[in-house]
């Protein structure tokens, strides 16, 4: 009777082995095989960024200039007309030239800023220039900031013949693709003459148009 019993015990052992080597058999390859859908899933079908949750950079300047027209609450063109300075606070006023957001044509936008802003730059805005402005709206202190921190753009020329200094925009763009500047809209065309000469000296008429033309686009929807 004992050696029936060390049989058949020796039996049971030997079945449960084979169990326990199957069942990490299994887990291993399971365990691989979750390994290399991770791996495919990195490299192939959905970008390591987007794993992460990382934003995109833009791929166009247009791209960018729209990323930026997104976050700003006015929007405007306009001629500087005077730079006032006290202890805490510069105010600045604008002769509206084009009100393209949160203001209209020929009104005069009155920007404040901290004065801290000025101690490293004096000349930030000068009587008499003329700019392109995205701002985001007044804080609670009264104060308004350039949407993403470079919405001040200098114009130069008129508003026919003039071009927009967007370099401090520029590079927010890979130079691969610097070049490539699709229209927002079938109601205007790139001047490609003029962005192959100078990626961030954009024609002033095609960048007011295209921001008008976003606008429209968002009012209808």
């Known amino acids: 009777m004992r050696r029936i019993h060390r049989n058949l015990y020796g039996k049971v052992l030997i079945v ?13 390859q399971q365990s691989l095989a979750d390994v290399l859908r991770s791996a495919t899933m ?5 970008p390591l960024s987007d794993t992460v949750g990382l934003p995109q950079p833009p791929s166009t300047l247009e791209d960018a200039l729209h ?21 805490e606070t510069v105010t600045v006023r604008f002769q509206v030239l084009e009100g393209i957001r949160g ?9 404040r800023e901290w ?15 003329q700019r392109l402005m995205l ?7 009264g104060y308004a900031s350039p949407a993403g921190g470079v919405g001040a753009f200098t114009l130069h020329g008129d508003s026919a013949q003039g ?10 763009v890979p130079a691969s693709t610097q070049n490539t500047v699709q229209p927002a809209a079938q109601s205007f065309a790139v001047v490609e003459s003029t962005v192959k ?3 961030s000296q954009m024609d002033r008429a095609m960048v007011t148009s295209m921001l008008r033309a976003w606008h429209r686009m968002e009012v209808t929807q």
Do not use: H
């Not at 490293?120 to 220039?129: G, I, Q, T, W």
């Not at 701002?135 to 202190?141: D, E, G, I, W, Y």
């Not at 071009?163 to 927010?172: E, F, G």
């Open 42 to 46: 990195t490299n192939g079908s959905a």
């Open 103 to 111: 203001v209209s044509d020929g009104a005069t936008y009155v920007l």
């Open 197 to 199: 000469r100078d990626v």
């Open 163 to 172: 071009s927009v200094d967007l370099r401090w925009l520029a590079v927010q």
């Open 135 to 141: 701002l985001r709206a007044n804080s609670a202190c």
């Open 67 to 87: 990323s930026l027209y997104t976050s700003a609450d006015v929007i405007f063109t306009g001629e500087v007309t005077s730079v006032e300075r006290s202890d």
């Open 115 to 129: 004065a801290g802003l000025w101690v490293d730059d004096p000349s930030r805005y000068v009587v008499k220039e």
């Open 16 to 28: 449960a082995g084979v169990w326990m080597t199957l069942a990490v058999s299994m887990r291993a």
